[in-house]
């Protein structure tokens, strides 16, 4: 990616104090951006990682706003589009990353999980697209979600899959209705990412042993996905979730990884 393909413009990425959000905050960053980090919850250590974060893209000669919002809440998302156009003027690019949901079976989650399930991975990215509209008609920005392949395929104890289907309905039905805005919508479906959240998968994936090493995503890998739909190579794609996954879907059958 050029290093100033997006000087002098504006993303706010969602749920960017770790892991997919993080990286996909720098690569904005290197390529000219100036970045709004989002954090949860205030005094632990994802404010310490949005901070910290901060800090560096800062170093390196862009601006960082951090703020603090949980995207289930609306009146938080009001706030977060307000500070983000004060510290920093416009907004060119929103990236829907935020996610929040247990591992569990659905038949087996409880009703504040159900609740907590929907208000943060539909409702909270509904709620950033509405509150972001004025200011991406503005831009004639973008909007990408970040999905995952729970969309598509049964994965054991990922009931965030089915919010991940859901918002990728939201992409297609935005993509037209936002396109006389001038507004881009698309999503990255991506596969199996490594983050913190691999490990926890593991546990309730026991086959997860089996898939070799080289099908396996790096965040970074997300990010060029993200930043690609963003730039102006891509202005020919319109409500499509691209699938990243280096195949794996691709095949039911894997040769099991060698030991």
């Given at each position: 990616m050029e290093?100033?393909?997006?000087?002098?413009?504006?993303?706010?990425?969602?749920?960017?104090?770790?892991?997919?959000?993080?990286?996909?905050?720098?690569?904005?960053?290197?390529?000219?951006?100036?970045?709004?980090?989002?954090?949860?919850?205030?005094?632990?250590?994802?404010?310490?990682?949005?901070?910290?974060?901060?800090?560096?893209?800062?170093?390196?000669?862009?601006r960082a706003a951090v703020v603090q919002a949980d995207i289930s809440n609306k009146a938080e998302v009001r706030t977060l589009l307000?500070?983000?156009?004060?510290?920093?003027?416009?907004?060119?690019?929103?990236?829907?990353?935020?996610?929040?949901?247990?591992?569990k079976p659905i038949e087996k989650l409880l009703e504040r999980e159900l609740k907590q399930l929907v208000e943060t991975n539909y409702m909270g990215n509904i709620f950033c697209i509405q509150e972001a509209l004025p200011?991406?008609?503005?831009?004639?920005?973008?909007?990408?979600?970040?999905?995952?392949?729970?969309?598509k395929f049964y994965n054991p104890s990922y009931p965030l899959g089915s919010m991940k289907a859901a918002m990728e309905a939201v992409v297609r039905d935005c993509a037209e209705s936002l396109r006389p805005r001038g507004i881009q919508v698309?999503?990255?479906?991506?596969?199996?990412?490594?983050?913190?959240?691999?490990?926890?998968l593991r546990q309730f994936w026991e086959e997860l042993e089996q898939i070799p090493e080289e099908i396996f995503i790096e965040p970074d890998e997300v990010a060029d996905a993200v930043l690609f739909l963003s730039s102006p190579a891509?202005?020919?794609?319109l409500g499509q979730c691209i699938v990243l996954d280096k195949g794996l879907s691709l095949s039911l059958f894997r040769q099991p990884a060698k030991k």
């Open positions: 290093a100033f393909l997006f000087k002098d413009r504006v993303a706010l990425i969602t749920g960017s104090s770790r892991g997919i959000g993080s990286s996909i905050a720098r690569k904005f960053a290197q390529a000219g951006a100036d970045v709004a980090i989002n954090y949860r919850k205030s005094g632990g250590s994802s404010e310490k990682k949005a901070m910290a974060l901060a800090g560096e893209i800062e170093q390196a000669g862009r307000k500070e983000t156009l004060e510290k920093l003027g416009r907004l060119d690019f929103l990236i829907l990353n935020a996610a929040r949901a247990p591992f200011a991406l008609t503005e831009s004639k920005g973008k909007i990408v979600f970040i999905s995952s392949l729970g969309s698309n999503g990255v479906c991506a596969g199996i990412v490594k983050t913190d959240a691999l490990k926890t891509a202005r020919g794609i």
